[in-house]
């Protein structure tokens, strides 16, 4: 069962992210889920990738789940219909990064 999730919000995250993860796998956790969306999707990557690097050979990338989810952004119209001032949907990129315990 996963306990520890890091969702990526922002590139700032970077480094908390990388030490949350290194503290859990201290900690005895088996596993870490790294989740970024949109434009965060490379800094997810990016961490994981840098976690593989420097907790060589201890952890793998166990799974790597790609996917989208709505997104609904103020302003967009439905131009048949002027008078519908409803949201539309968008679409947002996602990744999901689990690294493991070997």
């Known amino acids: 069962m996963m306990n520890n999730i890091i969702n990526i919000k922002q590139r700032n995250d970077k480094e908390r992210a990388?030490?949350?993860?290194?503290?859990?796998?201290?900690?005895?956790?088996?596993s870490v889920l790294i989740k970024g969306e949109g434009k965060e999707i490379s800094t997810a990557v990016e961490i994981a990738e840098i976690l593989r690097q420097r907790l060589f050979p201890s952890i793998e990338i166990?799974?790597?789940?790609?996917?989208?989810?709505?997104?609904?952004?103020?302003g967009r119209r439905d131009f048949k219909n002027n008078h519908n001032k409803e949201f539309k949907p968008d679409i947002v990129?996602?990744?999901?990064?689990?690294?493991?315990r070997i």
Do not use: C, H, N, V
């Open 93 to 100: 990129s996602q990744i999901e990064i689990e690294i493991s």
């Open 18 to 30: 990388i030490k949350d993860a290194i503290f859990a796998f201290s900690g005895g956790q088996k």
């Open 62 to 74: 166990s799974d790597i789940t790609l996917g989208s989810r709505p997104f609904f952004k103020k």
